[in-house]
């Protein structure tokens, strides 16, 4: 059985402010709660359907308590919450993927999954762009959460101390399908509406850019499909 209380946590947590105040976040689904226990994340509490993580000794709920709490239309059979990590400013060698002020929780938790699928460990974020554990993100990452080291951070301050090659996507910039492009380099996606902002414009290098090939009045692709192509096309050369 679930409590007042624990429901009043669990809900708030859909705030970034409550987040950061308890220092927790929700996983949702079996798949995703199974991939958060097997990483270094602290589970802090874990509510499931009977029969379900029974070696990890769940608060048992029904179907409708679930729904209470979860923050899907659909529950999914258990829900979890998980300590957040002090230390999130570990960054490891080699490529780096940069966002601008990325504000969808859908784009963002492709992207990490997206880093997850190329073995990129280091997904750096500025202050503006959206939390990592908003459920909505984490529910899009699919447990590749646990996997990619994000790190929010003053872009302009962070991309002038590195020594990496900087890339960034623009409308105008050189076809990807004719750069030589390096194995590690830093390559910055910018936000879905206004690109990447002058400041951390001011870091780029190399602008580079994803040909159109059909006749669509289409001004732009999602900022994830376009960082799929382009880390691709990296990770290729």
């Not at 708030?12 to 079996?30: D, M, N, P, T």
């Not at 179907?63 to 300590?83: G, M, N, R, V, Y």
Request: hydrophobic share 40%; glycine share 6%; proline share 3%.
């Amino acid at each position: 059985m679930v409590s007042k209380s624990q429901i009043k946590l669990i809900t708030s947590l859909a705030q970034k402010k409550y987040r950061q105040q308890h220092g927790l976040f929700v996983v949702e689904g079996l798949k995703g709660i199974s991939e958060f226990l097997e990483s270094n994340f602290n589970l802090h509490s874990l509510f499931a359907l009977e029969g379900y993580f029974k070696d990890k000794k769940p608060t048992e709920v029904t179907a409708a308590e679930l729904k209470k709490i979860s923050f899907l239309k659909t529950p999914q059979k258990a829900l979890a919450l998980f300590e957040i990590p002090e230390d999130l400013n570990n960054v490891e060698a080699g490529f780096q993927l940069v966002l601008d002020d990325v504000r969808d929780p859908g784009n963002l938790g492709t992207l990490i999954r997206l880093c997850d699928w190329y073995g990129i460990k280091n997904l750096i974020c500025s202050k503006e762009t959206v939390d990592c554990f908003n459920p909505k993100v984490v529910q899009a990452t699919m447990g590749s959460l646990t996997r990619v080291n994000l790190i929010y951070t003053d872009l302009s301050h962070y991309l002038q101390k590195q020594e990496l090659p900087v890339y960034a996507a623009f409308m105008d910039g050189k076809s990807v399908y004719k750069e030589g492009l390096p194995q590690d380099a830093i390559l910055i996606l910018g936000n879905e509406a206004n690109g990447i902002s002058d400041a951390v414009a001011e870091n780029i290098q190399h602008k580079i850019s994803i040909p159109q090939f059909g006749q669509s009045t289409t001004e732009s692709l999602n900022v994830a499909i376009a960082g799929a192509i382009l880390v691709s096309e990296f990770k290729r050369s």
